[in-house]
């Protein structure tokens, strides 16, 4: 700013002139003419004496250039006093921040006469006439900022560093995310294919035992293959009250029936009850039982009849029983002999329908409650029932094998017999069979 001064003062010098000093309505200007010899200050004069003389273009544009320098100059003044207002404020702050300084470090047992002290020699009053000085205290003073910025940039240098390690964090842990998620993907293809061997080994499973079942099935219709549905035999072979055949066919209500059978016993004391046929009611509506040390019995409607027959000794014998609601008539064959007939067993009394026919066990509630010691105990086969009386003629054709006429009420087939508890069914051609016993 001194050498713009300088500048100046010798352009003024250069024009000729000593400066005179105007005041007009906007402030304080300077306006350079050249005096000529015994004129008055403070009035224009050309070169031939006027008051007021036109000057050249250069002496314009020199004048002008002048009046510009000046202003600038003003100029500058007024921004290098705002610049000293400026250095003052920053004076005192820095001041009152040193001394905050010295007062911690120090501690107070110096009390306030130091501070005031510093004070005393700060520049908190008037400017330093050096203004070398004062352009150092300024440099002085923007290092101190400068040290203050680099300090907060340190604390934001920190806290970039936690945003680093922030993200940092997050990426780690997006790494460890995809880890785990592979592994469930991986762990869930390994259940995917385990559940896959598991179910192909179930199936194979399956199909072994579908197999097995189909051979057995094929076993059993083969041993049931019989060569006529009537030419099986009922094996219970012990004496239990769960070993029993059952007839899947019911009784109409009748007035007469004939009851035919092959049996094959040697159980004693009793060969037990062959068949017995229950209605809601009366569980012995018809029963056939060789009961201990008795004589076979026929019951009709829990009535009784003792019948002289003799079956007991290990061979096949052809029985047949006949009955009629008339005066409750009976007969009793065997072998196709007649060989006793009686009378009043249950006369009057129709044979009540819907009951249920149990082969080898004797009914105390229909179809049940079977007790052990009046269980058959042998083999039996050929069992029919009719609702009519048949011909002696007919029953020694049956017995003989020279006739067989299945019942019309209940025949002996193979789907009509269900058998329970270890009792069994096999193939069974009666009259060859019982040809070798003979």
């Known amino acids: 700013m001194s050498g713009m001064l300088v500048l100046a003062i010798g352009l003024l010098h250069l024009?000729?002139?000593s400066a005179a000093q105007s005041q007009d309505a906007t402030g304080s200007r300077f306006v350079c003419n050249a005096i000529p010899p015994g004129a008055e200050p403070g009035c224009g004069y050309g070169s031939t004496g006027n008051r007021v003389q036109s000057s050249t273009p250069v002496e314009d544009e020199l004048r002008n250039t002048i009046i510009q320098l000046r202003e600038t100059i003003l100029q500058q003044k007024e921004t290098i006093v705002s610049q000293q207002g400026t250095i003052k404020e920053l004076n005192s702050k820095l001041a009152r921040c040193e001394a905050a300084a010295d007062e911690s470090t120090q501690g107070k047992s110096r009390g306030q006469g130091s501070r005031r002290k510093e004070y005393g020699k700060n520049t908190m009053g008037d400017l330093p006439?050096?203004?070398?000085?004062?352009?150092?205290?300024?440099?002085?003073?923007?290092?101190s900022l400068k040290g203050r910025l680099e300090n907060l940039e340190g604390s934001s240098n920190t806290a970039n560093l936690g945003l680093y390690?922030?993200?940092?964090?997050?990426?780690?842990?997006?790494?460890?995310?995809?880890?785990?998620?592979?592994?469930?993907?991986?762990?869930?293809?390994e259940k995917s294919?385990?559940?896959?061997?598991?179910?192909?080994?179930?199936?194979r499973t399956e199909s072994a035992l579908n197999s097995l079942l189909e051979r057995i099935t094929e076993l059993e219709k083969s041993n049931n293959a019989f060569k006529s549905p009537e030419d099986f035999k009922v094996?219970?072979?012990?004496?239990?009250?769960?070993?029993?055949?059952?007839?899947?066919?019911?009784?109409?209500?009748?007035?007469?029936?004939?009851?035919?059978?092959?049996?094959?016993?040697?159980?004693?004391p009793g060969i037990g009850t062959p068949f017995s046929y229950g209605v809601p009611g009366q569980a012995n509506e018809i029963v056939l039982i060789e009961w201990g040390n008795n004589p076979i019995e026929l019951l009709v409607n829990d009535k009784v009849a003792q019948l002289p027959l003799s079956i007991?000794?290990?061979?096949?014998?052809?029985?047949?029983?006949?009955?009629?609601?008339?005066?409750?008539?009976?007969?009793?064959?065997?072998?196709?002999?007649?060989?006793?007939?009686?009378?009043?067993?249950?006369?009057?009394?129709?044979?009540?329908?819907?009951?249920?026919?149990?082969?080898?066990?004797?009914?105390?509630?229909?179809?049940?409650?079977f007790d052990a010691t009046q269980a058959f105990v042998g083999e039996l086969?050929?069992?029919?029932?009719?609702?009519?009386?048949?011909?002696?003629?007919?029953i020694m054709g049956l017995a003989n094998c020279s006739a067989?006429?299945?019942?019309?009420?209940?025949?002996?087939?193979?789907?009509?017999?269900e058998v329970f508890g270890g009792a069994s069914k096999a193939a069974l051609e009666i009259c060859e069979d019982r040809a070798f016993d003979s």
């Open 15 to 17: 024009v000729g002139g």
């Open 129 to 143: 006439r050096d203004p070398g000085e004062t352009i150092d205290q300024l440099g002085k003073t923007m290092q």
């Open 165 to 189: 390690l922030r993200e940092l964090l997050r990426q780690r842990l997006g790494a460890l995310e995809t880890q785990l998620l592979r592994k469930v993907a991986e762990l869930e293809e």
């Open 193 to 203: 294919q385990l559940y896959n061997e598991t179910a192909a080994h179930r199936q």
């Open 235 to 268: 094996s219970l072979p012990l004496r239990t009250n769960y070993l029993y055949g059952r007839i899947k066919k019911s009784l109409p209500e009748m007035y007469a029936f004939t009851v035919c059978m092959w049996l094959k016993s040697s159980a004693s």
């Open 312 to 369: 007991s000794d290990g061979r096949w014998h052809h029985i047949c029983i006949t009955w009629t609601t008339r005066d409750g008539f009976w007969e009793a064959y065997q072998d196709g002999e007649r060989l006793g007939t009686g009378d009043n067993l249950a006369p009057w009394h129709p044979i009540k329908p819907g009951g249920v026919i149990i082969l080898g066990q004797e009914q105390d509630i229909v179809g049940g409650r």
């Open 381 to 394: 086969s050929q069992f029919n029932i009719w609702d009519r009386v048949l011909r002696p003629v007919d």
């Open 404 to 417: 067989y006429m299945p019942g019309n009420v209940v025949p002996w087939i193979d789907a009509n017999v």
